[in-house]
């Protein structure tokens, strides 16, 4: 029903800006809140942000608040992540994921993408 593809991942250097694009398929994009997940090596995959189906509603990762930005833009089938001062911590694979509402557990995304790297080095 919903395929997702994300882009825009690179190495960058620490105190570098990055943002993420994930494309959507499909008419439903809008019906679906839209989350970031990252998972490094040896790590268990982890909440980033989450944001409502209208934007209404956003929801951070402690790790990440005041440097990261969700946002969406439905008519693009698009939803971005704007990441600000990057860290070696915030080294990853970034995925996008769909879900019936905003929530920061992966088990309620049905949908996922294929995930970019991000490498942020000291």
């Known amino acids: 029903q919903v395929q997702l593809v994300e882009s825009g991942g690179g190495l960058v250097q620490a105190g570098d800006s990055l943002r993420l694009s994930c494309a959507a398929s499909?008419?439903?994009?809008?019906?679906?809140?839209m989350g970031w997940f990252r998972q490094a090596p040896g790590k268990e995959r982890e909440f980033v942000a989450t944001?409502?189906?209208?934007?209404?509603?956003?929801s951070y990762a402690d790790s990440v608040k005041g440097r990261f930005t969700i946002s969406r833009e439905n008519a693009k089938n698009t939803v971005y992540l704007q990441m600000n001062s990057l860290k070696p911590g915030d080294t990853a694979v970034y995925y996008c994921?769909?879900?019936?509402?905003?929530?920061?557990?992966?088990?309620?995304?049905?949908?996922w993408g294929q995930g970019t790297q991000v490498t942020v080095a000291s």
């Open positions: 994921a769909a879900a019936p509402t905003v929530s920061r557990s992966t088990t309620m995304y049905n949908y």
């Open positions: 499909g008419r439903t994009f809008s019906n679906y809140a």
């Open positions: 944001i409502s189906w209208n934007g209404d509603i956003t």
